[in-house]
């Protein structure tokens, strides 16, 4: 990686984030607190630490889904830069359709859309024809294993493992410079969970940069580049 001239895509500073209970007598606690790192186009930053120490929160915390007690987030994906601490939630919904990736465990559906559908979003939303963006949402979902039968179903009552392959498939079908991945292997087999591997490779290859969480350290020693330890707030390498 040559990361040294390259500008952080994402570069974080004394960012730190509690809860608090509102419906359990106010009680706060900390999540994180002073977490610094920066994140490089073409290298993937993968999260660590035991359950509940908040790399989930953390990733949601990038995407906007959760709000941040101090601190910065900035998201310089081309020549602009934004605070995603503080950005509006105009421009945060248009960095999430053109700029930033997220994939959580679980795909959220809109009952009644088909798969083929969700798949080809991304790629209409950025101004893509209809018959390319149908033509790459066919080509991810043969390449993940969906049988064609499915792709005009709504995912609602597709396998856990199916679901999360729609949800890989709508986020791998397009280029951004940032992609958050929530453990996007966990409930998949041997097979599949070599092929979204080798997306993220792919999607590295193209200066992608991804922050990831994974379950399994063999997928964890494939891909990461940098690991990010939340027990101590340090890079382990
Ligand atoms: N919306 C919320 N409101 C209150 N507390 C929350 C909320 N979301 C997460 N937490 C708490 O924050 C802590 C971190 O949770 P988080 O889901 O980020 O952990 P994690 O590191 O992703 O764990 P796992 O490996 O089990 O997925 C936990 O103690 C959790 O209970
Ligand atoms: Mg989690």
Redesign the pocket.
Known sequence: MSSVMKQPVLSIKKLSKS?T?HNQGEVSFT?FDNLDFKVYPGECLVLH??????????LRCFYAN?QTDSGSMIFSPDDESYDIARISDRLMNMLRREKIAYVSQFLRVIPRVPALSIVMQPMLDIGHEYKVAKQKASHILKRLNIPEKLWQLSPTTFSGGEQQRINIARAFVVRWPLMLLDEPTASLDAENREIVLQLIEEAKSVNTAIIG?FHDKESRDRVADRVFD?ATGTMKR
């Open positions: 809860f209970l999540v630490g035991e359950s509940g120490m908040g790399k989930s929160t953390l959760y969480i939340l």
